[in-house]
């Protein structure tokens, strides 16, 4: 079993900053990606950014430029620093982690976190 731990979420004024963590821990042999879903009150959740394990990122195309994804391997880590926050920004973000458990296994498991508010005010 995966555990992911989320921190970094709060309250910040339009054009502020915030930066998420989330630390994954548990029975991992080898983590594929690494990634950030938001879900906004009556929307779908979606991709905010996601990092494979060979450094490839993916970020949607309302954060680019505004956000980075970023990863300490040797920590199971992963941090999505946000700039210049805007109100559409506000959202539950989840941390996503895709790994393999052990040797041998075709295709990974995916966890989720809990979940960490971001509310942007205006």
């Known amino acids: 079993q995966v555990q992911l731990e989320e921190s970094g979420g709060g309250l910040v004024q339009a054009g502020g900053s915030l930066r998420l963590s989330c630390a994954a821990s548990?029975?991992?042999?080898?983590?594929?990606?690494m990634g950030w879903y938001r879900q906004a009150p009556g929307k779908q959740r979606e991709l905010v950014a996601s990092?494979?394990?060979?450094?490839?990122?993916n970020y949607a195309d309302s954060v680019k430029g505004r956000f980075t994804i970023s990863r300490d391997s040797a920590k199971n880590t992963v941090h999505l620093q946000m700039n210049n926050l805007k109100p559409e920004d506000t959202a539950v973000y989840y941390c996503?982690?895709?790994?393999?458990?052990?040797?041998?296994?075709?295709?990974?498991?995916?966890?989720w976190g809990q979940g960490t508010q971001v509310t942007v005010s205006s």
């Open positions: 990092m494979v394990s060979g450094g490839s990122t």
């Open positions: 996503n982690v895709q790994c393999f458990t052990r040797p041998g296994e075709i295709l990974p498991y995916n966890y």
């Open positions: 548990g029975t991992i042999f080898r983590i594929y990606s």
